[in-house]
């Protein structure tokens, strides 16, 4: 079975820091997608960046970048020049790229917290 | 253009009730998928609708179904409430099936069951 591991339940950052979020997955597939979502206090989940897991180079969306290792399994999330609004859970997910069992796989989050 | 729209917002059911909630998708998305979110399971997928057929089904007991309108909109129904199904529902659209890395979450209903 796909499983998704987040191993950090919570984090926290100072404003204008650096922070990594990590993630692990577990499939025998090599065609799928991989996710970050944000999910504020205010509940609406956020899509934050996402990689095709055909492609090498890594996704880059302005302050937020991944470090997507395939051999490794392992997708993690860099936020740069953290912002008080950062702060939220964050899910890293994964789902197959073919076939009927295209369902999101969760796990469990990591819980950020931007200092100011 | 609206986003996801979920009603309503805020439920309190009693157990054994049964419960429906509804979704409206992102204007001319056809896909809609439900979630179920609870702080020790986290995200589990329930099913995912597309032109009115159910495509994909998550692990959950029958009390939980679903369908989808003619015009996309889906609602999701629980019966026989069980204090277990507490949980924020979420609701995502997509443009199609296949394009589930495009999904938009609504902001959700939080069912309290006493």
């Given amino acids: 079975a796909q499983t998704v591991t987040q191993s950090q339940p919570e984090m926290s950052v100072q404003e204008a ?3 990594t979020l990590s993630c692990t ?14 999910q ?9 960046i996402r ?9 880059t969306e302005n302050r937020f970048s991944v470090n997507f290792q395939k051999a490794a399994k392992s997708f993690s999330l860099k936020i740069s020049d ?6 939220a859970m964050y899910f890293c997910a994964f789902r197959y790229n073919a076939g009927n069992n295209r369902k999101l796989i969760w796990g469990l989050g990591t819980s950020l917290a931007v200092n100011p | 253009k609206a986003g996801v729209t979920q009603t309503p917002r805020y ?15 992102i204007s001319g998305h056809r896909s809609v998928s439900w979630y ?5 399971q986290g995200l589990q997928f329930l099913f995912e609708y597309f032109s009115e057929t159910q495509r994909n089904k998550g692990n959950f007991p029958g009390r939980f179904s679903g369908r989808q309108f003619s015009n996309s909109r889906s609602e999701m129904n629980v019966s026989t409430l069980e204090l277990g199904d507490s949980a924020l529902y979420l609701c995502a ?3 199609a099936a296949d394009r589930l890395y495009e999904q938009y979450f609504g902001p959700g209903t939080r069912l309290t069951v006493t």
């Fill in chain 2, 11 to 25: 439920l309190i059911k009693t157990r054994g009730q049964q419960v429906t909630l509804s979704c409206s998708p």
């Fill in chain 1, 17 to 19: 820091e650096t922070v």
């Fill in chain 1, 51 to 59: 990689q095709e897991a055909y492609k090498q180079q890594n996704a």
């Fill in chain 2, 36 to 40: 179920q979110q609870t702080p020790g």
């Fill in chain 1, 82 to 87: 953290s912002q008080l609004g950062d702060t």
């Fill in chain 1, 40 to 48: 504020p206090p205010s509940r609406q989940m956020i899509l934050v």
């Fill in chain 2, 93 to 95: 659209s997509s443009l």
């Fill in chain 1, 25 to 38: 997955y577990d499939t025998s597939e090599s065609n799928y997608y991989l996710f970050w979502y944000k």
